[in-house]
């Protein structure tokens, strides 16, 4: 069965610090991989998405995935946090033999100033 | 812009009661999704439509149900509401091509008294 794994579900860095964030999914092919961020009150915004091509993905907000097929990780990193980052992060895999979608259970980032 | 809109952002049912959650979407997307979320267990889907009057179940349909009349909306039913369906809900759409990303609403927090 397909999974998505977020093995973090709290992290606390401090402002200006890197941050990365795991996660790790399990399915038979290459999926396609996205990384959403869910604000306080807010629905998930697409943070970036990986279908195919280069393994190092940009997104918005200063945000890059790296997608290792021999891991089966596709990891989120940032080089600077701000304190506009305190939010919970969700990575999703989509199959390709349909329109569903498969989200990790979530890791909540905590922004110290 | 793009906009999935949720009638409601809290609602506060008794147990027994049928609840109808709405969700409107204005970008003529083929698919639309409703999914619940709690602490620790991430998004999870419950129903999926790919077309009007079109459904498929997701991980977790029991005790739900759907309607898809229109292209632009999709209704979360809860027949007879239960103290554990108290969650967040969110509804998504997304074109048609495969895998593109969701689009998502703000949410609606649901309470099951």
């Known amino acids: 069965a397909q999974s998505v794994t977020q093995p973090d579900i709290h992290i606390t860095v401090s402002e200006g610090a890197s941050l990365e964030l795991r996660c790790n999914y399990s399915y038979g092919a290459t999926p396609y991989l996205f990384w959403y961020v869910q604000s306080p009150g807010q629905g998930l915004q697409l943070l970036l998405k990986?279908?195919?091509?280069?393994?190092l993905v940009q997104g918005i907000k200063g945000f890059e995935a790296e997608f290792k097929r021999s891991q089966s990780s596709f990891n989120l990193r940032k080089p600077s946090v701000h304190w506009s980052d305190a939010a919970e992060y969700f990575c999703a895999v989509g199959l390709n033999t349909g329109n569903q979608f498969y989200f990790g259970t979530g890791t909540s980032l905590t922004v110290i100033p | 812009d793009v906009k999935v809109t949720q009638s409601s952002r809290y609602l506060v049912k008794r147990t027994g009661e049928k609840v109808f959650l709405e969700c409107v979407q204005d970008m003529d997307h083929e698919n639309m999704f409703w999914y619940r979320q709690d602490p620790g267990l991430g998004l999870r889907l419950i129903y999926f439509s790919y077309d009007v009057k079109m459904k498929e179940k997701g991980d977790i349909p029991e005790g739900y149900s759907v309607s898809r009349e229109k292209k632009e909306r999709f209704s979360l039913i809860l027949e007879s509401a239960s103290t554990n369906q108290t969650s967040m809900y969110l509804c998504?759409?997304?074109?048609?091509?495969?895998?593109?990303?969701?689009?998502f609403g703000s949410g609606t927090q649901l309470s099951v008294l």
């Open positions: 998504a759409s997304s074109p048609g091509q495969p895998n593109e990303k969701l689009f």
């Open positions: 990986y279908f195919s091509g280069d393994t």
